[in-house]
């Protein structure tokens, strides 16, 4: 009796199992973005992702490759005995040839150490994306610190790929340079370190600084006095040895033009690594 009314159980446990079990076919997108005036086939466009053997049935196409944008179309897919069916909506692109518009300068004057940010001389516009002036960005290194003339390349490239550029020289001209060590002077924070307790800066008028790194329990604070060579910081501490050889025994930031740090040595720590980025508080 026992026994019948386990077998009972199983079998009420496995039908309601598959009664309750939704239909939801792997199916993916081949492409997203499709050529302006390019030929397509709807039920080409998406895939059954585990070969399956699913069934594409196109219910409703609104693609016009005639035309940018953005175009739904909606599909019936169904299982390969065709007894189980779902319906879903693909949203597919398609894209322009039409560069961005990218308005700047050929020439940006600055004073030695002053701060730079390219969407301050540049702007961008796209006539489906409209503003772009947050996606420009430059190649090229400028050393703020030293009198000169540098060479950048500014560009801004849309959603589609397609890419503006120019041409642009930085001229740094002689500024004051008792004012770079109360410029830079504050409290930092190591943006690129998201793991836990990030690292921190502390730079002082007189020279001084703390370090915060993260041993990967705990912060440890380190103490010492650091010197300023051009757009390069140089710190060393009495009582923190950074390396255990007496020539490297110091680490660098180097100060990058829109005012943040990059760390440039390697430690054996969790954190900060070569190319961490330490942003200024407000």
């Given at each position: 009796m026992k026994k019948l009314a386990l077998i009972s159980l199983i079998l009420l446990m496995v039908l309601s199992g598959c009664k309750g079990k939704e239909f939801?076919?792997?199916?993916?997108?081949?492409?997203?973005?499709?050529?302006?005036?390019?030929?397509?086939?709807?039920?080409?466009?998406?895939?059954d992702v585990d070969n399956i053997g699913l069934i594409f049935e196109v219910l409703d196409n609104k693609i016009d490759t005639s035309r940018p944008g953005d175009y739904p179309v909606t599909y019936r897919i169904s299982s390969a005995n065709g007894k189980k069916s779902v319906e879903k909506t693909f949203i597919f692109r398609v894209r322009d040839n039409d560069a961005p518009v990218?308005?700047?300068?050929?020439?940006?004057?600055?004073?030695?150490?002053?701060?730079?940010?390219?969407?301050?001389?540049?702007?961008?516009?796209?006539?489906?994306?409209?503003?772009?002036?947050?996606?420009?960005?430059y190649d090229g290194v400028v050393n703020s610190y030293r009198e000169g003339t540098y060479q950048i390349e500014v560009s801004v490239t849309d959603s589609f790929g397609n890419v503006s550029h120019e041409t642009v020289y930085i001229i740094i001209e002689s500024g004051d340079s008792s004012s770079f060590i109360s410029q830079i002077a504050g409290d930092y924070t190591d943006t690129t370190y998201t793991y836990g307790q990030a690292p921190a800066l502390t730079l002082n008028t007189n020279n001084t600084f703390t370090l915060y790194l993260n041993g990967c329990s705990i912060l440890s604070a380190v103490e010492g006095d650091y010197i300023m060579y051009e757009n390069r910081l140089y710190l060393k501490s009495d009582e923190y040895h950074f390396s255990d050889?007496?020539?490297?025994?110091?680490?660098?930031?180097?100060?990058?033009?829109?005012?943040?740090?990059?760390?440039?040595?390697?430690l054996n720590i969790c954190a900060p690594s070569y190319g961490d980025i330490f942003e200024k508080s407000n």
């Open positions: 939801a076919p792997y199916v993916t997108q081949k492409q997203v973005i499709l050529d302006l005036n390019g030929t397509y086939k709807a039920e080409n466009l998406i895939t990218l308005t700047v300068p050929e020439e940006i004057r600055l004073k030695q150490g002053e701060v730079f940010s390219i969407s301050n001389y540049a702007q961008a516009y796209d006539s489906r994306e409209g503003n772009l002036t947050d996606q420009i960005s050889k007496p020539e490297e025994d110091l680490i660098c930031f180097v100060i990058m033009m829109d005012g943040t740090l990059r760390f440039e040595s390697e």
